[in-house]
C-alpha cells in the first residue's frame, strides 16, 4: 500500500477501514538464506537494503521483544557526518546521503530535518581539533562550517553569553545535519523489509547459535530452531551477550546512556546544539519537548536505566549553556544499553565462525547510522566483502594499531 | 627571616570571617599540614612513630587524634598532619624525624585552605554541601567528601564546630558554596 | 467577584483573601486553595486547549496525575510553562495564563483542527507530507512545529536558586495518606530515623478529601493529629511539598521540595526547590491510587471530570465546577461523590450507574444500568445524554459531570528499576509485581489495599516489617472498611471521539486504528498514538487504552503487556537538576598563586581545565592581543620573562622503589638518574599512545617529584595509583599530589639566571657549573624562605622553574617584577608560552591528542626496549611502525605572512586536494615574533624524511589555501646551546 | 548506586572512578613468547557478562583506593568490595 495525502484523505473520508498493518506477522520458516538477528534500526535496514538493493527476499529478522523497541526507539535522534577520520566520514557521510533520500526509498515519512548542528567549541584547542574535522569533512565531500562566537551568538542568542564559566568561542556546523523521528525510521525500513517479501519474526528471542565444524547453521530461538545460510547480528548492547554464544570475546563494553524529554514546548531552539565544555546536547522535537542528553553513566550494565548523578551533570551543563531552559520541566528520563567498542568506532565484518557476521560497536552514535549500517552490514552479508565505505571497520584493527579514535581516549570504552 | 608576605588562599591579608544565622565560618590560614604514608612493610612502625609525635594512637579509619599536632586519618596507612603554623612552620621536617625512614612525608601546609564552622545547625549547612551522613559524625571523626565537585575533609571537632580542608586553588569556590548554603539553610 | 461556585467548610483560610489573575482577570481566593479550586470556586472551568486538536479543557483531577489543566504560571523571567493547576497553591498575587491557543482562550484559530480530526489521526504524519521532498523542512516541519508544543519559555534565563541536598534514614515514607500516616507513627514511635515525604502542602491524603470518620475523629482531623505527634519526634523528618521522583539504584531516592513555589517572591539566598537524594536503609512507598477514567463520547468537555476530584475540590478546597453535577460511575466510590456534594447543597442530577444492581439512594436520583452516550457543550459541559437499560435515552442539564471507573494503584516508582506490575483481577488493577528496587515495600492504595481501615493497618504492618519491628501492633483507630468492588468497565460501547489521553488528543479510535495497523504492543501503541507521552504521562490514561487494546486483540490485559513508569514521578525543572551548578559555579575556579597581582596587572585570563591562568599581559596602548604576545615572547628571548606554572601536576613519589616504580610508568628509563638532576619522562597509555609528558627531579635516592601536564594531572595520578596499587602491589611506592602546595614560576631567557641570584640565597650556587641544565635542589630565597630550584626549559631558553609554599607566592611574584626591573623582565602568560614552545618544537596538547605515539612525535628513541614499561609492547603493532607514520615536522609559509592554520590539512604541490590525497594536518600554530614568520607544528606522513618539501596547507573551512615549507620542529636554537648556557 | 567500602563502609558511587574489568590487574608478562597476542587481548577483548561483573573502580574523590567490586550487571546489585591491591597480590602480583 503506497502512502501519500491522496491516501490519507481518501481514508478519512472511508473510515479509515483500507489501512493495512504496517508488517505481517508471520511465523518462521524452516530456512532462509540470510538471518538477522535484531529488529533495530541497523537490522531491519540491513533487511530492507538486503531485498530491495542486494534482491535477498529469504530474509528473516528476528527480534526477542517487538521492533524498534531497543536504541532505535529511545535515543536522541541526531543525524549527522560530521567526523574527523578516514575511517569514519566516508561511511557517515554515506549515512547523511541514504538519509537524505529515506522517505522517498521507504515511502514513508521519517521526518528527517535537516535544521543543522552545531558544536559549540570553547577553548582554542577545541577550535584547532574541529578545524581539522571541518576540513577532513570538507575534503570527504561533506558540508562544514566554522562560526566565530559573534555568528553563534546572532543565530542563538540565548545561549549563556553573559556569565558562562566556560566562554563559547565559537562552532562547528554542519547545517544538513539534523534529526529525525526515531521510531518512524525502524518502521519505514520494517514496512519497506516486509513489502519485500521479508519475515519480520517478533517475540522470537535467540537462545543459541548452532554452529558444527566452524560454520554457523542457523539460530535456536524461542520459536524453535531457524536454518540460515548466513546469520547477521546486529544487537546494539546485546552484541557481548549474542556473541557469546559463538564463544567470542568483543572489543565491546555494555554501558548504560541516559537521555530525556521535557515537557512540550513552543519552538525555542532552531538546531541542534553541543555543548564543548560539559556533557549535554540538545534538540527540540517537532512535538515541542526539548529532546537532551549527555555522557554515559560509565559502569558496565546491561540495565536499561541510570542514576541521579548523570542526570545532574547533564542538566548542570544544560543550564550552564542556556540558562533560559531551567524552567522547564524534565519529563521523563530513560537508558539505552549502548555497545562501547575500544575506539569508540563500529565494527561490521565476518566473524572467525563461517557464515557469522557481526554489526556492533555503535557506541551512542548508532542512529545517524542506521541507514549505512544496514546498507553495509547488507553488502557484506550479500557479497561477502566490505562496502567500500565501511573497509576500516574490522576486528583486527586493534591486533595491528589500525583504531579509529576520534576522541583520542584509547582503549576505555567509557571514555569514548 | 625572609621577608615575603604571606596572603590567604581567599587572596586577602587577613583571614575573611562570614556570619549567617547563628553559624561563623572562618578561614585558617594558621595550620601547617604534611603527609604521612607509611613505607611497605613499616605500617606497625610508623603508627607507633607517630602515636609517639601525636601523643595519642595512631587515628584508625575516620577519625583525628592528638592535640597540639593532631594526625587524621587519609587512607590506608596514611594521615594528614596538623599543627599550629606559628610554631610548626616546618612541620613536614619535624614529622619526618619523628618517623625516620618508616614513612614518607611531604609538606602539604599550602595544599589546603581551611574554613572553620561553628554554630548551631551546622548539618543544615553540610546537608546542602555534601553526601556525607552527618548521623555517624561525631567529635573526633574526619571524612573525605566533595563538596560541589571540589575534594575536601570534613572534621568535626564538636556538635557545634565543624572544620572543612579543600584545596587552595579552590579556595574562592569552596568558600562562596559554604557561604551560599549558610544563607540557603539558616 | 465573587466565589459563586465557593460551597461551605474545608480546610481553607476563610479569613484571609487573596488576589490572583488568570488570562488577566482578577479573582479571590483563599489560603490553602490551589489555582485550580480557586478557578472552580469562581466558576471558571474553561482552562486551556488540548495538544493537536485544540479543544477546550478544563480540570480532570485535583491532584499530580492533572492531563488539563496547565497553564503558564507566573511572568516575565519567571514564567514557568505547563504548570498544573491542581498542585499550584495558592499566594497572594498569582498570575497565570491559559497556554496553546490564539488569539485567546474562547477563541482560538487552531481550534479548526478539531474539524479535521478525522484528517489527522493517529500517526497521519508518518504517511504523507513527503512530497515534494524539499517542501518537509520548509513548509510543512515549521507549520507543525510552531502548532505543537504547549507552553512558552520567556527566553530569558531563570533567576532563581536552587539546592542540592542529602539525607539519610532508616526508613523513608513516600506519601502521607492513611497508609503512610501510620507507617510514619509505627515507625516513629519505635525510635527509627524516619523521613516522611509527600508532593502535597498539606499531610493526610485521601483523607483530607473525605468526609468519613477515622476513630472517633474526621478523616482529616485526625490526619492533623498523626502530623503534630510526628513533628513531637526529633527521630521524624516532615518533608511536605516534596514529590519523591525515582527510586535509584541500593536504595537511593531522588526528591524534589518545593520550598518557594507557595510564595510570591523568594526571601534573598533562599531556593526555589531543592533536589534531595535520600539514602535510605528501607523505604515504604505509601503512593495511594489514582481513579480512572471511563472513555464515552466527547468525555473531554470542560466541567468533566474525575469523580472523586469532585469531591476533593467539595470537602477540601470548598468548592464546585458546577451547582448542577451529574456522576458516572461503575463503583460504589461514585456514589460517595453523589452523597458528600448533595451534602454540600450541590444539586445532584443523577447517579448514572452502569450496574444493573447499582445502590439506590434516596437523596438523589440513580440511573441503573445507564450509560453516558455523549455531551454538548462548546467551552464547557452543557448537557449529558444518557442511554437508559430500556434503550431510551434522556438528556441531563448539568454543568459538571464526575467519572469513576474505579482506582488504579500508584505502582510508579516500584517500576522505577523496570520492574513490572502485574494484573490482579480482583481488583480488576495493576498492582505491585515481585521485581520491585530492592529495600522498597508497598503499602496501602497503592498496594491493591483500598479501605481507609485497611490502609492504615498494612502502613502500620510494612513499616514495623521493614524495620523488622518486634513491638506489639500499635492499635488501630476504627475507619471506613468497605469491601472492594471493582468491575471494569472502560469505555461506552460504540464510541469513538471518546478521549483517553486528553491532552495528547488520543481517543479510542485512535487505539483501535493502531491494531488495525499492526502496533499492538503496548510500546508501539504508545509511541504510534503519543498514548501516555503528555506532561501527565499518562496516569489516568494508560491503563485504559491497554484495556482497549485487549479488547479489541481478543486478549486478556495481562496478555496484552503491561505498561512500566519511569522517573521521574512528575516533571522536574531543569534548573532543580542543575542546582547551584551553572553559570559561573559550574565547575570550581582554581586560582593559581600570582592571580590577584595578575588582576592587578589587567591580565587577560583563560579557562585551562578549571583553571584561570594569564594568558597575557596587555600594556596600556596595546590594542590587539598580538602586540601583547610579541612582546612578552620577544623580551623573554632578549631578557628575562617570568610565568605561573603552577598548574601543571606535581607528585610526590617516595619509598624504596620509586625510581623501579617511575621506569614502570615512564616510557625511558629513570632507574639511573643521579640526585639532584632532572629528566624528561615521556609517558605511555597502555595501548601505546602517549598519554603525558614531563618531567621527574630526583631529590633523594628514594624520593622524586614528577611533573604531569596541566590537562593530565588528575589522570596521571589515578594512572599511577593504578600501577602502585593493581599491578604492583609489593613496590615500596607512596603517591601524594603536591600541586597546589607550591606556587611555581618558569623564570626563562638569559638574563634568568641573574635574576635569580638576586633572591636566592647566597650559600646556594646557581651557577651553569654548580646547577647546570636539569640540575634540581632544595634551596632558600629572600633571606630563609625554602624553595625548589628546577633548571629545566619549555621555551628553549636559559631557565629555571623556581617552587615556594603557595602562600608565599603573591610576594614571590612582586619581588621577581621588582628585582627584575633592571633587566626588564615581563611577565608572561599561556599565549606567548605557546608561541615559545612551537618556537622550540615542544609537542603540548595538540600534538598529545591521544592519537599520537612517540615514533609520531619524533620521540620513538625514548621508548626503551631494555625494560617493561606500560604501553611499550602495544606501541609496536604493526601499522603503528609502519614507515609512513605520521612524524612531527616544523611547518613555514613560504610568503612568512601567510597565515598557517592549526586543523589545516597538508597535501602536496601538485594533484587533487581531497581526502585520499591527505598527507597529514597541522596541529599548532602561532607568529614567532622571532621568526618574523607564521609557523606551525604538524604531523605529517613519513615527515622525518620530507624536509624542505613545499606542499599546500588547505583549509577549505576557513577558506585557506598556502604554500608552506616542511622543516625541523625546532625552529629556534635547534642544537639546545641556549638552555645549556 | 552506593559501593560498601571495605574502609570506609557504604559511599555514593559518584565519588568513585569507573575504569573496568578487574582482568586488566592481570597485565601479561612483557618478556612472553605470546605477549603481542597477549597484550593485545589484555587491551581490548571483554568479557562484557550480562550478571556478574568484577571490576575496578577508584576513590577518586575519598581514599584513592583502587577497588574490585563484584556486581551484577543486570540488577545492578553489588555482592563483593575488594581492596585491588588484596586482589592482585592474591593473584600472584608483586612487584
Request: charged share 20%; with cysteine; aromatic share 8%.
Amino acid at each position: 500500500m503506497r502512502y501519500s495525502g491522496f491516501r490519507v484523505i481518501k481514508e478519512a473520508l472511508t473510515g479509515h477501514k483500507g489501512w493495512k498493518p504496517v508488517w505481517r506477522d508471520p511465523e518462521p520458516k524452516a530456512h532462509y538464506d540470510i538471518v538477522v538477528i535484531g529488529g533495530g534500526g541497523h537490522g531491519l535496514a540491513t533487511a530492507h537494503y538486503l531485498s530491495k538493493v542486494y534482491g535477498h527476499r529469504n530474509v528473516a529478522v528476528v527480534e526477542k521483544g517487538w521492533i524498534g523497541g531497543g536504541n532505535v526507539g529511545r535515543n536522541t535522534t541526531i543525524v549527522r557526518s560530521n567526523y574527523m577520520l578516514d575511517g569514519n566520514e566516508p561511511f557517515y557521510e554515506f549515512s547523511m546521503k541514504l538519509w537524505e533520500g529515506l522517505e522517498q526509498d521507504l515511502n514513508y515519512n521519517a521526518m528527517m530535518s535537516q535544521r543543522g548542528i552545531l558544536n559549540l567549541f570553547h577553548t582554542d584547542g577545541q577550535r584547532d581539533a574541529y578545524t581539522r574535522r571541518g576540513n577532513a569533512m570538507i575534503l570527504h565531500g561533506a558540508d562544514a562550517e566554522l562560526l566565530d562566537a559573534d555568528q553563534v551568538r546572532k543565530e542563538h542568542p540565548y545561549l549563556n553569553f553573559d556569565d558562562a564559566r566556560f566562554p563559547i568561542k565559537g562552532g562547528l556546523a554542519q547545517r544538513r545535519g539534523g534529526t529525525a523521528r526515531h521510531d518512524a525510521v525502524a518502521w519505514g525500513f520494517a514496512r519497506s523489509a516486509d513489502s519485500h517479501g521479508v519475515d519480520i519474526i517478533q517475540n522470537c528471542e535467540v537462545t543459541g547459535l548452532r554452529i558444527e565444524n566452524g560454520k554457523c547453521l542457523g539460530v535456536e530461538t524461542s520459536k524453535g530452531f531457524i536454518g540460515a545460510n548466513k546469520v547477521g547480528c546486529a544487537v546494539a548492547g546485546n552484541s557481548g551477550r549474542v556473541m557469546n554464544m559463538a564463544g567470542m570475546r568483543l572489543p565491546i563494553e555494555s554501558h548504560v546512556l541516559q537521555a530525556f524529554v521535557s515537557e512540550g514546548l513552543k519552538p525555542v531552539l532552531p538546531s541542534v546544539i553541543t555543548y564543548g565544555a560539559g556533557h549535554f546536547y540538545v534538540s527540540q522535537s517537532d512535538k515541542g519537548g526539548l529532546v537532551f542528553g549527555g555522557d554515559i553513566d560509565g559502569y558496565n550494565t546491561y540495565a536499561q536505566r541510570g542514576n541521579l548523578p548523570v542526570v545532574e551533570d547533564v542538566c548542570e551543563g544544560g543550564v550552564s549553556l542556556m540558562p533560559m531552559i531551567g524552567r522547564s520541566r524534565l519529563l521523563r528520563m530513560w537508558g539505552g544499553v549502548m555497545d562501547m567498542s575500544m575506539d569508540g568506532s563500529p565494527i561490521i565484518d565476518r566473524t572467525p565462525v563461517e557464515g557469522l557476521y557481526f554489526n556492533g560497536g555503535w557506541c551512542y552514535g548508532g542512529f545517524k547510522a542506521t541507514p549505512a549500517s544496514g546498507y553495509c552490514f547488507a553488502h557484506l552479508l550479500a557479497q561477502d566483502e566490505p562496502h567500500s565505505t565501511a573497509t576500516a571497520y574490522r576486528f583486527d584493527r586493534f591486533r595491528t594499531g589500525r583504531m579509529i579514535d576520534e576522541k583520542g581516549v584509547g582503549n576505555q570504552p567509557n571514555l569514548h | 627571616m625572609h621577608d615575603l608576605i604571606a596572603i590567604t588562599a581567599l587572596g586577602g591579608s587577613e583571614p575573611q570571617v562570614d556570619t549567617v544565622g547563628g553559624i561563623t565560618c572562618r578561614e585558617v590560614p594558621g595550620v601547617a599540614l604534611a603527609s604521612v604514608a607509611a613505607r611497605m612493610g613499616q605500617e606497625t612502625k610508623a603508627s607507633k612513630a607517630l602515636a609517639k609525635l601525636i601523643g595519642a594512637p595512631a587515628p584508625g579509619i575516620g577519625q583525628y587524634a592528638g592535640d597540639t599536632v593532631t594526625a587524621f586519618w587519609a587512607g590506608p596507612d596514611q594521615w594528614m598532619i596538623e599543627a599550629p603554623f606559628d610554631t610548626h612552620e616546618e612541620l613536614a621536617d619535624q614529622v619526618k624525624s619523628a618517623l625516620g625512614g618508616t614513612a614518607s612525608v611531604t609538606e602539604q601546609t599550602d595544599g589546603w585552605t581551611r574554613f572553620d564552622l561553628n554554630g548551631d545547625q551546622i548539618p543544615a549547612v553540610l546537608e546542602l554541601l555534601s553526601m556525607l551522613d552527618l548521623r555517624n559524625i561525631d567529635a573526633g571523626s574526619v571524612a573525605r567528601c566533595s563538596i560541589h565537585h571540589i575534594g575536601c575533609f570534613v572534621l568535626c571537632r564538636s556538635d557545634e564546630a565543624f572544620s572543612i580542608y579543600g584545596p587552595r586553588s579552590s579556595a574562592g569556590s569552596l568558600h562562596h558554596a559554604i557561604v551560599t548554603a549558610m544563607r540557603s539553610a539558616l | 467577584m465573587t466565589q459563586s461556585n465557593r460551597l461551605s467548610g474545608g480546610q481553607i483560610d476563610r479569613n484571609t483573601t487573596v488576589n490572583f489573575q488568570f488570562d488577566n482577570h482578577n479573582y479571590t481566593a483563599h489560603p490553602g486553595d490551589t489555582l485550580g479550586s480557586a478557578l472552580l470556586a469562581n466558576d471558571v472551568r474553561l482552562i486551556g486547549r488540548s495538544f493537536k486538536y485544540h479543544r477546550p479543557r478544563g480540570l480532570l483531577t485535583a491532584g499530580s496525575e492533572e492531563p488539563n489543566g496547565i497553564v503558564e504560571l507566573r511572568s516575565g523571567n519567571r514564567q514557568e510553562p505547563n504548570t498544573r493547576a491542581t498542585t499550584t497553591e495558592m499566594f497572594d498575587g498569582l498570575e497565570a495564563q491559559s497556554q496553546n491557543r490564539w488569539p485567546s482562550l474562547k477563541f482560538d484559530a487552531l481550534g479548526v483542527n478539531d474539524l479535521f480530526s478525522n484528517f489527522l489521526s493517529a500517526g497521519f504524519y508518518y504517511k504523507t507530507f513527503m512530497w515534494p521532498a524539499a517542501f518537509w523542512e520548509k513548509v510543512y516541519e515549521p507549520i507543525i512545529r510552531r502548532a505543537a508544543g504547549l507552553g512558552s519559555l520567556s527566553m530569558e534565563a531563570d533567576p532563581d536558586e536552587y539546592d542540592k541536598g542529602f539525607r539519610h534514614c532508616d526508613l523513608l515514607i513516600i506519601g502521607a495518606g492513611p497508609s503512610g500516616l501510620m507507617a510514619a507513627l509505627t515507625a516513629g514511635r519505635a525510635g527509627a530515623d524516619v523521613i516522611l515525604a509527600d508532593e502535597d502542602f498539606r499531610f493526610g491524603g485521601r483523607l483530607n478529601s473525605e468526609t468519613f470518620s477515622v476513630g472517633d475523629q474526621s478523616s482529616s482531623d485526625w490526619a492533623e493529629q498523626a502530623v503534630a505527634e510526628l513533628s513531637s519526634m526529633p527521630n521524624v523528618r516532615l518533608m511536605a511539598r516534596t514529590t519523591v521522583i525515582g527510586a535509584f539504584d541500593h536504595g537511593i531516592y531522588g526528591a524534589v521540595e518545593r520550598t518557594g513555589d507557595h510564595v510570591a517572591t523568594l526571601p534573598a539566598g533562599k531556593p526555589r526547590q531543592i533536589l534531595w537524594r535520600i539514602y535510605t536503609k528501607k523505604a515504604l512507598l505509601c503512593a495511594g491510587s489514582t481513579e480512572r477514567p471511563i472513555a464515552f463520547e466527547n468525555n473531554d468537555r470542560p466541567g468533566i471530570m474525575m469523580a472523586s476530584a469532585l469531591r476533593t475540590y467539595a470537602n477540601r478546597f470548598a468548592a464546585t465546577a458546577s451547582q448542577r453535577v451529574a456522576i458516572f460511575t461503575n463503583n460504589d466510590d461514585g456514589h460517595r461523590t453523589a452523597a458528600d456534594l448533595h451534602a454540600k447543597g450541590v444539586h445532584v442530577c443523577a447517579v448514572i450507574d452502569v450496574r444493573e444492581d447499582a445502590p439506590v439512594n434516596y437523596d438523589y436520583e440513580v440511573l441503573s444500568g445507564a450509560q453516558v452516550v455523549n455531551t454538548k457543550g462548546r467551552l464547557g459541559l452543557t448537557f449529558v445524554e444518557v442511554a437508559l437499560p430500556d434503550g431510551s435515552t434522556r438528556t441531563l442539564e448539568c454543568g459538571a459531570l464526575g467519572v469513576s471507573g474505579g482506582w488504579n494503584p500508584n505502582v510508579h516508582l516500584t517500576c522505577h528499576q523496570r520492574g513490572r506490575p502485574v494484573w490482579n483481577d480482583d481488583l480488576a488493577a495493576f498492582v505491585p509485581g515481585p521485581n520491585l528496587p530492592v529495600g522498597l515495600t508497598v503499602a496501602g492504595a497503592a498496594n491493591g489495599v483500598m479501605s481507609t481501615q485497611g490502609a492504615l493497618q498494612s502502613g502500620a504492618e510494612a513499616a514495623a516489617a521493614a524495620l523488622e519491628l518486634s513491638v506489639a501492633q500499635p492499635v488501630l483507630p476504627e475507619a471506613e472498611d468497605a469491601p472492594i468492588a471493582q468491575k471494569p468497565f472502560w469505555y461506552v460501547e460504540g464510541c469513538k471521539r471518546a478521549w483517553l489521553d486528553q491532552q495528547n488528543d488520543v481517543t479510542v479510535k485512535d487505539v483501535k486504528l493502531s491494531y488495525q495497523e499492526g502496533f499492538r504492543s503496548v510500546e508501539h501503541l504508545k509511541r504510534y498514538t503519543t498514548l501516555g507521552m503528555a506532561t501527565d504521562q499518562g496516569k489516568t490514561s494508560n491503563i485504559s487504552a491497554l484495556a482497549i487494546m485487549a479488547e479489541v486483540a481478543g486478549k486478556s490485559i495481562p496478555e496484552t503487556g503491561t505498561t512500566i513508569f519511569r522517573p521521574p514521578y512528575t516533571p522536574v525543572p531543569i534548573s532543580t537538576f542543575a542546582g547551584r551548578m551553572k553559570g559561573q559555579e559550574f565547575h570550581p575556579t582554581r586560582l593559581t598563586p600570582s592571580h590577584y597581582w595578575a588582576k592587578e596587572r589587567d591580565a587577560v585570563f583563560v579557562e585551562v581545565g578549571n583553571w584561570l591562568r594569564a594568558q597575557w599581559f596587555p600594556l596600556p596602548g596595546e590594542t590587539h592581543w598580538r602586540e601583547s604576545v610579541d612582546r612578552e615572547v620577544r623580551q623573554t628571548r632578549a631578557s628575562v620573562g617570568v610565568c605561573d606554572c603552577t598548574t601543571l601536576g606535581k607528585i610526590d613519589v617516595q619509598g624504596a622503589d620509586a625510581a623501579d616504580f617511575l621506569n614502570r610508568v615512564y616510557a625511558n628509563g629513570f632507574a639511573k638518574l643521579p640526585v639532584g638532576k632532572t629528566r624528561y619522562g615521556l609517558m605511555l597509555r597502555e595501548d601505546g599512545m602517549v598519554m603525558d609528558d614531563g618531567t621527574a627531579a630526583r631529590l633523594a635516592e628514594d624520593h622524586f617529584v614528577v611533573t604531569t601536564t596541566t590537562a593530565n594531572a588528575v589522570n596521571v595520578y589515578r594512572h599511577m595509583e593504578f600501577v602502585r596499587q593493581c599491578l604492583f602491589p609489593d613496590m615500596d611506592v607512596q603517591l601524594i599530589s603536591t600541586t597546589e602546595s607550591w606556587a611555581q614560576y618558569a623564570v626563562a631567557g638569559p638574563n634568568s639566571r641573574k635574576l635569580l641570584q638576586k633572591i636566592v640565597d647566597p650559600e646556594f650556587d646557581i651557577s651553569n657549573h654548580a646547577f647546570p641544565f636539569m640540575g634540581c635542589g632544595n634551596i632558600t630565597v629572600c633571606g630563609g624562605l625554602r624553595a625548589r630550584l628546577f633548571r629545566i626549559s619549555f621555551s628553549g631558553e636559559l631557565a629555571f622553574e623556581i617552587a615556594v609554599p603557595s602562600r608565599h607566592g603573591d610576594a614571590l611574584m612582586r619581588r621577581l617584577m621588582a628585582e627584575g626591573e633592571e633587566f626588564d623582565v615581563v611577565p608572561y602568560g599561556t599565549e606567548a608560552l605557546g608561541v615559545m614552545r612551537i618556537e622550540k618544537g615542544h609537542a603540548a596538547g595538540n600534538e598529545l591528542n591521544g592519537t599520537t605515539t612517540a615514533l609520531n612525535l619524533g620521540l620513538g628513541k625514548m621508548v626503551s626496549k631494555k625494560k617493561d614499561s606500560i604501553g611499550s609492547t602495544l606501541s609496536e603493532r604493526e601499522a603503528l611502525v609502519e614507515p609512513d607514520v605520521l612524524r612531527l615536522v616544523g611547518i613555514k609559509p613560504v610568503s612568512p605572512e601567510e597565515k598557517v592554520t592549526a586543523g589545516g590539512h597538508l597535501m602536496n604541490t601538485t594533484g587533487p586536494v581531497d581526502a585520499a590525497h591527505d598527507q597529514g594536518y597541522v596541529t599548532s600554530a602561532a607568529y614567532s615574533p622571532i621568526l618574523n614568520s607564521n609557523i606551525g607544528l604538524g604531523l605529517l606522513k613519513d615527515g622525518a624524511n620530507r624536509m624542505g618539501e613545499k606542499m599546500r596547507l588547505v583549509s577549505p573551512l576557513t577558506d585557506l589555501t598556502v604554500e608552506v615549507e616542511i622543516v625541523s620542529a625546532h625552529f629556534v636554537d635547534p642544537e639546545g646551546e641556549r638552555l645549556r648556557a | 548506586m552506593i559501593i560498601n567500602h571495605p574502609l570506609l563502609g557504604p559511599r555514593d558511587a559518584s565519588e568513585f572512578t569507573y575504569l573496568g574489568d578487574a582482568s586488566l590487574i592481570n597485565r601479561p608478562d612483557w618478556q612472553a613468547e605470546d605477549a603481542a597476542e597477549a597484550f593485545y587481548e589484555y587491551g581490548y577483548l571483554r568479557d562484557n557478562p550480562a550478571g556478574e561483573h568484577q571490576e575496578l573502580w577508584y576513590h577518586e574523590a575519598g581514599d584513592r583506593s583502587w577497588l574490585v567490586v563484584t556486581r551484577d550487571t543486570t540488577t545492578h546489585e553489588i555482592s563483593k568490595v575488594e581492596l585491588a591491591r588484596d586482589v592482585a597480590r592474591a593473584r600472584g602480583r608483586s612487584k
